[in-house]
């Protein structure tokens, strides 16, 4: 039984995320960032003719900010079900603690896995092609399991510790906006920027994700590439370690 208690799990944590306020934020936001940005800012570049280019260069970004995406729908859900008494109530019935995770987990990485697929669609509709290659796929793609599970255990990890919403909600956006921008997504590492802002860049795992994936996306892989999926592997394990540690420590609800 504990197979379908885990498919039962999933498929409650993806309906609780699709009601139309969330699809705003895991799929239209990304969505508008593509559309909004790669022309926005790709008619700086217009008169170079590079407008093309940078939308070509946006989309595998905007894929790749789905894993961050996907992972606040785990810690968010773990906070709520704590909060509301909803955990509780799941593991008096036939689910178990483990259960319960790793349906919040595997729920993460499907999310990232469908924002990636509907920001690749997208793209199609605004370039006119994308890749085919079953390699760049399954890189990218496997790229955005990487990503989903470690911005998912991270996002679970501090769902675990904070016990205060707006406390929460505060770090999330935080942390949200930080990683986002400190990343690959909308623009390359210069060496013009300042040391502060590379050395966030360089530690950041969003950028690996971000990397890879437009490596994928442009058949334009490195060994650097594969270094840095190694390091968000390792990554990705540990904290997903601590989230499991956490998680199984924390209390089922905050009465």
Do not use: C
Request: proline share 4%; hydrophobic share 55%.
């Amino acid at each position: 039984m504990a197979l379908p208690n885990l498919f039962r799990l999933i498929y409650r944590n993806i309906r609780v995320n699709t009601d139309p306020g969330s699809l705003v934020i895991l799929v239209g936001l990304p969505g508008m960032y593509l559309i909004f940005f790669g022309f926005g800012f790709g008619s700086l570049a217009s008169a170079d003719g590079q407008s093309h280019a940078y939308l070509a260069f946006l989309a595998p970004g905007i894929m790749s900010f789905q894993v961050l995406l996907a992972g606040t729908v785990g810690g968010s859900m773990l906070w709520a079900d704590r909060r509301y008494g909803m955990l509780s109530q799941l593991l008096s019935g036939p689910f178990t603690r483990f259960q319960y995770l790793l349906g919040i987990i595997l729920a993460s990485v499907l999310f990232g896995l469908g924002g990636a697929a509907v920001m690749l669609v997208v793209a199609l509709g605004l370039l006119g092609s994308i890749p085919t290659l079953p390699f760049s796929l399954a890189v990218m793609f496997g790229t955005i399991v990487l990503g989903s599970l470690f911005f998912g255990g991270l996002m679970l990890l501090l769902g675990a510790l904070v016990k205060s919403n707006t406390t929460y909600n505060s770090i999330q956006i935080l942390v949200l906006f930080v990683v986002n921008f400190a990343s690959t997504v909308f623009y390359p590492l210069s060496n013009s920027l300042p040391f502060v802002l590379r050395a966030m860049f360089w530690v950041n795992p969003l950028t690996y994700v971000a990397n890879a994936v437009r490596g994928g996306y442009t058949g334009s892989l490195t060994a650097m590439d594969g270094y840095e999926l190694l390091i968000l592997t390792v990554e990705a394990v540990v904290i997903l370690a601590l989230a499991t540690r956490a998680y199984l420590r924390s209390d089922i609800s905050f009465e």
